[in-house]
């Protein structure tokens, strides 16, 4: 009698683990990493993934797949670490974020994280990214006797400071947090750098949000040391060191960053503020200021200077009750009340009748002409913002993206129309 030996299969090796504060938090992505690793993935918290990924059992791993949402804002420095760890040990990072602010996620990114979902995963993106990172990675280039830089810092405006030009100035406020200022601003600026193909016009697009300005975040560049030496010594600064203080997008759009660190929006007086547009308009043929929410000293100078200034808002009581303080406060001090255009971010539809009536209740309660009216964007507007890049290099038939151009191409050919009348 012959006895067989009952062979056990060995278990299938870990390829991936997921990294989190709670996985349950993430129940999509469960459902995702089943669906794609079946049994060879495991679930790591945070507290246990720099212990593990020290250990030779995470030989095996191909990637991480690290979930966080708004309440991990307050515990980066753990998950830089985790992300860091991971990338010694050549292991891949997918980062899967929900509701975490643009600031964080590209702190995050930058350490070297691989790609990018947000969550709730879209259908299919995690099969993307998961092919994505499984790409081998280039052959190494051969050995250079110079360094070569792991960053390259995008150039600064390569013409030269002629002082020819006349610019067309177009501040952006926002009448409450969170209305899309920075958002419209941004694209607005890159619409119009792009509005022509043979005869475009050179755009540059301000940061005065000199505490958390994050047009850098929405175009993914770095902040130069070089805007705060402008800042800090306006009355002493000319045209060339104000172009080489700027930073060019794609090679059209020229941005003067907010600085590196929070300043107060005091650092510069009226004075300052008419010194850096003299220069801009001077160099410029439109000039898009991203403003500060908050009205300051210097407020008044570039409502001053302004052809046209877009206060954005968005249909609820805030804004109403921001736009009658605003109006009210202008008025006192005979300032230029007229020159404000109320943008509203985030219309209602066209075929939503009751909302439509609202809009139309709100601007003659507040007496008020609300001349241009945003959709919704949706999550495109978020993801393209998250991955630094305009709206028309991420999700060209977004309607907002339609609008804001639309609202560019306006603009140009009434530049144009007084160029001419002026000729």
Not at 290 to 304: A, G, K, N, R
Request: a negative charge; one cysteine or more; glycine letters at 4%.
């Amino acid at each position: 009698m012959t006895s067989v030996a009952t062979l056990q299969p060995e278990p299938a090796p870990i390829l991936a683990c997921t990294i989190s504060r709670d996985v349950q938090n993430f129940d999509l992505l469960i459902d995702d990493m089943e669906l794609e690793l079946g049994e060879s993935w495991g679930d790591l918290s945070f507290e246990d993934a720099t212990t593990f990924l020290a250990q030779p059992e995470a030989a095996t791993l191909e990637f991480v797949a690290i979930a966080v949402d708004g309440q991990d804002e307050a515990d980066l420095s753990r998950i830089t670490d985790i992300i860091r760890t991971a990338k010694d040990r050549q292991i891949k990072v997918i980062l899967i974020a929900d509701q975490v602010s643009p600031i964080a996620l590209h702190q995050l990114l930058r350490l070297g994280a691989e790609d990018f979902v947000p969550y709730p995963l879209p259908e299919g993106a995690l099969r993307e990214a998961i092919a994505r990172v499984r790409i081998p990675a280039p052959a190494p280039a051969p050995v250079q006797l110079a360094a070569v830089p792991t960053e390259v810092t995008p150039p600064a405006p390569t013409f030269k400071a002629k002082g020819d030009r006349d610019g067309v100035l177009l501040p952006v406020h926002g009448l409450a947090g969170g209305v899309g200022t920075t958002t419209f601003a941004t694209n607005l600026a890159w619409e119009l750098a792009n509005v022509s193909k043979t005869d475009a016009p050179r755009v540059c697009l301000l940061d005065f949000a000199f505490q958390f300005g994050s047009v850098s975040t929405y175009l993914d560049l770095p902040r130069k040391e070089g805007v705060f030496e402008i800042l800090s010594d306006v009355a002493s600064a000319d045209s060339d060191s104000f172009l080489q203080s700027m930073l060019t997008f794609n090679e059209k759009l020229h941005v003067f960053t907010a600085p590196p660190e929070m300043l107060p929006l005091e650092i510069v007086s009226g004075e300052d503020i008419t010194h850096l547009i003299e220069m801009a308009q001077s160099n410029f043929d439109f000039v898009v200021i991203d403003m500060p929410s908050t009205v300051v000293s210097w407020t008044e100078t570039v409502l001053s200077r302004a052809h046209v200034y877009f206060a954005v808002m968005e249909l609820d009581l805030r804004s109403a009750q921001n736009v009658l303080r605003l109006v009210r406060a202008l008025k006192a001090e005979d300032l230029p009340v007229e020159k404000l255009r109320y943008v509203l971010n985030r219309a209602p539809k066209f075929t939503d009748l009751s909302a439509r009536s609202r809009v139309k209740r709100m601007a003659e309660s507040l007496d008020i002409d609300i001349e241009v009216q945003l959709p919704d964007g949706g999550k495109q507007i978020t993801q393209a913002n998250d991955h630094g890049l305009p709206i028309s290099e991420n999700a060209a038939k977004n309607p907002l993206r339609r609008e804001i151009q639309k609202l560019a191409k306006s603009l140009y050919d009434l530049n144009k129309a007084v160029e001419a009348g002026k000729g």
